[in-house]
């Protein structure tokens, strides 16, 4: 084969070099989403789901109590020792009157993941005059019950999105019953459990 | 009797066919030798190495029988292992000493290459698989003390998961894959990465890494056996506590491989560059090294630059192998404030220690070169001697008998303890009885050597062991001395006597591997 046929034009060999790429890439282009495969799919739960409280009655925004929390589980999936996963444990916090808790609407309520995010601890929020915060028992990291963000210890010195807890957003229907809507797990949205949110501003 | 004593019989016929028949297969570019003399074990420290990661195969293998990688069952599992399965003790001490002693051996394996500068002629692509190697040693090992899920492993994990997410682009996927969703998925995870893909990474690398010339000495593997054991008998590996996530954990420090890595992530800076960055650097700067080495001769005497760069990263890795250990005991300070080590001190003294650390190699050359040539001059006056010990065979004979009998002794104690309940004892006793038959094979080895001497005045007369005994000779004896193990001691010593006496002559000999070529 000489140099000017080949400038310009396509030779045969080309083309058939080029059909075989072609047919190497659509043979092995339906594999591209097998690696949907590693991610976990219990963790994407795609409709939203009730708040059931540990005694399997439904949060509802009349009944449960201001200043207060309780521990559920997101997703839960009715297996005992994978429910007891720290991964699944939220904190679902209605707040005290003057940070809002008093508002008969989803606004009142917030829910954090309970894994703290410097060393995975399992911290909780403390309703008592003065501290009203979350604490974690392990390095004293301090989180504002308001945004999720830790304000003292360890985990505030991190930088973020490792300053904020993960969340869950709520929704309540018209009897008042508190639903959690489908979580996005990246630092824009719900959040990384463990890793952390970027605050919205 | 007399007949089963016979060098050849139909059993050792066989085993001579087996081995005539690995000819014909993949191992055909694979000598093995068996030293017939002590060597130094600094040429075959990758070896070792190998055989640590069978002895970690085959006692991870038996771990696997009793370990269960389930969320609320994997700590316990282990403490079953530990305190309720028969000698479940011995094997997991075992295994735990042969993954300090692997990472320990393939980073001294690495270093001795570095210094002797067998990166060279054409090793480039064993060494930099071999640097891949030892990542993934550390990965392996990692892995391994994840699993056990106690609070330590849990501390661990969760620095692991977030400096892999603070990777940019990749990071959260990476975590995804390998951390699934929490707990339980990572545990299972990380069993299948520690127990079955890394490991075949490694296979896979190692096919590529080990060259043709292997030595396989008995006598130094059994001393690393034996090693392994004691240590184990010593100081026996602790189960530490379960982890449970309301429990504060107390202060732990990660395994001494990782301190290092711990000591930058402790100033608090950006987890990315100090947790992944900053080792990658290291990593690649070592498997670079080859590329970056210009230099013609081997020695690390005549590479100074090299050998500085190679001695200043020795005294930050040990520097900060140190520090990440290093937790203020003041308990009256704050947790965090004992934890955080002072960004502008700590990177102060790393930047000070590469001035150090290059003037010291530059004396230490300076030195080494001032007592070759002082030894050269001593040389010259007169025969070298080796003061060394030797015995008569008959010494040899009783000596051998003497350490059978204490062989005997060890293994009713090591027995005897064993029942008893004192594993560490028994574990103890069983390396040590390792050790003796080190020296046991090592005398007999020598008394081999020395019979074989002895009746040189009449050539004739040991006609049949001698014929027997070559077979195996001319196969054992030559790959040893061109495998590379023995002969570093020696090329120092005839290299500069040329360059001395011949100047520039030299070259020609030393770079016909033209390194500078394409």
């Known amino acids: 084969m000489s140099e000017q046929d080949t400038r310009g034009t396509v030779t045969r060999r080309d083309f058939l070099r080029l059909l075989g790429a072609a047919g190497v890439a659509t043979t092995f282009a339906p594999f591209v989403p097998w690696g949907q495969f590693m991610p976990n799919p219990s963790n994407i739960v795609p409709s939203k789901v009730q708040v059931t409280l540990p005694d399997g009655t439904i949060a509802n925004v009349k009944t449960f109590p201001m200043n207060s929390s309780e521990v559920i589980t997101y997703p839960a999936s009715g297996d005992p020792v994978l429910d007891q996963e720290a991964f699944k444990k939220w904190q679902f916090i209605r707040l005290p009157a003057e940070l809002g808790g008093s508002a008969q609407d989803v606004s009142a309520f917030r829910v954090y993941s309970m894994v703290c995010l410097h060393l995975w601890c399992l911290w909780k929020y403390w309703p008592q005059d003065g501290r009203k915060r979350g604490e974690c028992p392990c390095h004293g990291s301090m989180y504002n019950p308001l945004t999720g963000k830790a304000f003292a210890g360890p985990a505030s010195l991190q930088a973020p999105p490792s300053n904020v807890l993960a969340t869950l957003y709520l929704e309540a229907d018209d009897k008042g019953d508190l639903w959690i809507k489908p979580a996005v797990w990246n630092v824009n949205e719900n959040g990384i459990v463990g890793y952390g949110r970027l605050l919205k501003t | 009797m007399v007949a089963s004593?016979?060098?050849?019989?139909?059993?050792?016929?066989?085993?001579?066919?087996?081995?005539?028949?690995?000819?014909?297969?993949?191992?055909?570019?694979?000598?093995?030798?068996?030293?017939?003399?002590?060597?130094?074990?600094?040429?075959?420290?990758?070896?070792?190495?190998?055989?640590?990661?069978?002895?970690?195969?085959?006692?991870?293998?038996?771990?696997?029988?009793?370990?269960?990688?389930?969320?609320?069952?994997?700590?316990?599992?282990?403490?079953?292992?530990?305190?309720?399965?028969?000698?479940?003790?011995?094997?997991?001490?075992?295994?735990?000493?042969?993954?300090?002693?692997?990472?320990?051996?393939?980073?001294?394996?690495?270093?001795?290459?570095?210094?002797?500068?067998?990166?060279?002629?054409?090793?480039?692509?064993?060494?930099?698989?071999?640097?891949?190697?030892?990542?993934v040693t550390i990965l392996e090992a990692f892995t391994g003390y994840d699993i056990i899920f106690s609070e330590r492993a849990e501390l661990a994990i969760s620095i692991a998961a977030s400096l892999t997410n603070s990777m940019p682009v990749v990071g959260p996927t990476i975590r995804d894959a390998m951390f699934g969703s929490g707990f339980a998925d990572f545990i299972l995870r990380f069993y299948t990465l520690h127990v079955f893909i890394l490991p075949i990474v490694m296979l896979g690398l190692m096919a590529v890494h080990l060259p043709r010339f292997l030595v396989f000495d008995v006598p130094m593997v059994m001393a690393i056996g034996g090693a392994i054991m004691i240590t184990g008998g010593l100081f026996p590996v602790d189960l530490g506590s379960k982890f449970q996530p309301t429990v504060p954990p107390g202060i732990t420090v990660p395994e001494w491989y990782l301190t290092g890595i711990y000591a930058f992530l402790r100033t608090m800076y950006d987890k990315f560059v100090t947790g992944v960055l900053w080792p990658a650097l290291f990593i690649v700067a070592i498997a670079m090294t080859p590329f970056i080495d210009r230099y013609k001769k081997f020695s690390w005497k005549d590479r100074p630059i090299i050998t500085a760069f190679g001695i200043t990263g020795i005294t930050q890795v040990m520097v900060t192998t140190y520090w990440g250990f290093y937790i203020t005991p003041d308990v009256s300070k704050p947790l965090v404030a004992r934890l955080v080590i002072d960004p502008v001190f700590f990177y102060t003294i790393m930047l000070l220690l590469v001035p150090i650390g290059f003037g010291f190699s530059y004396m230490m050359i300076h030195l080494a070169k001032e007592a070759e040539r002082k030894a050269k001059l001593a040389a010259s006056k007169g025969p070298h001697k080796v003061a060394g010990i030797s015995f008569t065979g008959k010494w040899i004979n009783w000596l051998i008998i003497a350490l059978l009998i204490f062989q005997v002794y060890i293994n009713i104690a090591a027995y005897n303890a064993a029942l008893s309940g004192m594993k560490n004892f028994s574990l103890f006793l069983v390396g040590l009885g390792l050790m003796v038959f080190a020296g046991l094979f090592h005398l007999y080895r020598h008394g081999l050597n020395e019979a074989k001497k002895v009746p040189q005045p009449p050539p004739q007369q040991e006609e049949p062991p001698k014929a027997l005994e070559s077979p195996q000779s001319p196969a054992a004896v030559p790959p040893k001395a061109d495998s590379g193990a023995p002969s570093p001691p020696p090329q120092p010593q005839v290299a500069p006597e040329i360059k001395a006496g011949l100047g520039d002559a030299k070259d020609p000999v030393v770079g016909k591997f033209d390194l500078k070529g394409p």
């Open chain 2, 5 to 135: 004593l016979k060098r050849r019989n139909g059993f050792v016929d066989f085993c001579y066919w087996i081995w005539d028949g690995l000819e014909r297969t993949v191992f055909i570019g694979t000598k093995f030798s068996f030293p017939a003399r002590f060597v130094s074990p600094f040429g075959f420290l990758g070896m070792l190495t190998f055989v640590v990661f069978i002895i970690l195969g085959v006692s991870g293998a038996l771990l696997m029988f009793y370990y269960e990688p389930i969320l609320d069952r994997a700590w316990d599992s282990v403490a079953k292992i530990n305190n309720v399965v028969p000698y479940g003790f011995m094997i997991r001490n075992i295994h735990y000493h042969a993954s300090n002693a692997m990472v320990l051996l393939a980073v001294l394996h690495m270093y001795y290459q570095y210094f002797s500068g067998r990166y060279k002629i054409r090793n480039e692509i064993i060494w930099v698989t071999g640097v891949v190697l030892g990542t």
